[in-house]
């Protein structure tokens, strides 16, 4: 009994919003982008305020590491300054953050900028088309919920060579 109870209140039981990690929800520039401008920063958008500490951008192109300084927390975006006269060419930006629950979050994207591209100011933040990154609370919850199966069973087995 004490198990099919503990069993129907672990899966009776959905994710709690803090359990779900922050997750990418734009950037400029966006994913995949083709610029006509120099861009002289990246920012990207999260679905909640990233904590500073772990949090970090690194964009690359064609003469390498294109980002300076240290990543900026703007509320729940991260702006990252990049290099003065940028070169024509493909982007990278791989980025790493620690979401607002303290867990890490991670992805990378690309964009392009033509040949013929001026130094331009910073542009408002864009929906990203591609991003990736880690958190699947429903995993957790289904672990919990065998550990409280396996934890019922071994309790319900001892119960019964007591009787």
């Given at each position: 009994?004490?198990l099919?109870?503990l069993?129907?209140?672990?899966l009776?039981?959905?994710?709690?919003?803090?359990?779900?990690?922050?997750?990418?929800?734009?950037?400029?520039?966006?994913?995949?982008?083709?610029?006509?401008?120099?861009?002289s920063?990246?920012?990207?958008?999260?679905?909640?305020?990233?904590?500073?500490?772990g949090?970090?951008?690194?964009?690359?192109?064609?003469?390498?590491?294109?980002?300076?300084?240290?990543?900026?927390?703007?509320?729940?975006t991260?702006?990252?300054?990049?290099?003065?006269d940028?070169?024509?060419?493909a982007?990278?930006?791989?980025?790493r953050?620690?979401s607002?629950?303290?867990?890490?979050?991670?992805?990378?994207y690309?964009?392009?900028?033509?040949?013929?591209?001026?130094?331009?100011?910073?542009?408002t933040?864009?929906?990203?088309?591609?991003?990736t990154?880690t958190?699947?609370p429903?995993?957790?919850?289904?672990a919990?919920?065998?550990v409280?199966?396996a934890?019922?069973?071994?309790?319900?087995?001892?119960?019964?060579?007591?009787a």
């Amino acid at each position: 009994m004490l198990l099919g109870l503990l069993t129907v209140l672990a899966l009776g039981m959905g994710a709690s919003p803090a359990l779900a990690h922050d997750g990418l929800t734009g950037s400029t520039p966006a994913a995949s982008a083709a610029l006509t401008a120099v861009p002289s920063e990246v920012q990207l958008e999260f679905s909640g305020a990233p904590q500073q500490l772990g949090t970090r951008v690194v964009v690359t192109g064609p003469g390498g590491t294109v980002s300076t300084g240290e990543p900026e927390i703007r509320g729940t975006t991260v702006v990252q300054a990049l290099s003065a006269d940028l070169p024509a060419g493909a982007y990278r930006v791989q980025w790493r953050a620690t979401s607002s629950d303290g867990h890490p979050i991670e992805g990378n994207y690309e964009f392009s900028v033509s040949p013929d591209a001026a130094p331009a100011a910073p542009v408002t933040p864009q929906p990203a088309a591609a991003s990736t990154g880690t958190g699947t609370p429903g995993v957790w919850w289904a672990a919990g919920a065998l550990v409280l199966v396996a934890l019922g069973t071994v309790v319900a087995g001892r119960l019964r060579r007591r009787a």
